[in-house]
């Protein structure tokens, strides 16, 4: 059982980039996917959050530019990132399951945001 992120990167201030997180396993579908970023020397947070019912909530650093949603491809939950600043440099990680039996991580993708 495994996350595949993909979609990091490098990108400019004011720029914008897709995160995708797939898995092969249905079963994810029935449990909350959550995109967090670790910045060097920093913690890891949640950034974003979507449950099985569709609901969403967002960090409020990321609120008005991230937006999480399921994507057209089955089993597939992506982070759309716009208006990226500086603080956006981490890297990220998609997370199903959050404190259940089948809490997963993805092995995370890079995103650096450079002037």
């Known amino acids: 059982v495994e996350l595949v992120e993909s979609g990091g990167g490098l990108a400019q201030p004011g720029g914008s980039l897709t995160l995708s997180c797939r898995s092969s396993?249905?079963?994810?579908?029935?449990?909350?996917w959550g995109w967090y970023r670790q910045a060097q020397g920093k913690p890891r947070e949640l950034v974003a959050s979507?449950?099985?019912?569709?609901?969403?909530s967002y960090a409020e650093s990321v609120k008005g530019r991230f937006t999480i949603s399921r994507d057209s491809a089955p089993n597939t939950v992506t982070l759309q990132i716009d208006n990226l600043k500086p603080e956006d440099t981490a890297v990220y990680y998609c997370?199903?399951?959050?404190?259940?039996?089948?809490?997963?991580w993805g092995q995370g993708t890079q995103v650096t945001v450079y002037s």
């Open positions: 396993w249905d079963i994810f579908n029935l449990y909350t």
């Open positions: 979507i449950t099985k019912f569709d609901k969403t």
């Open positions: 997370r199903v399951g959050a404190g259940t039996l089948y809490d997963t």
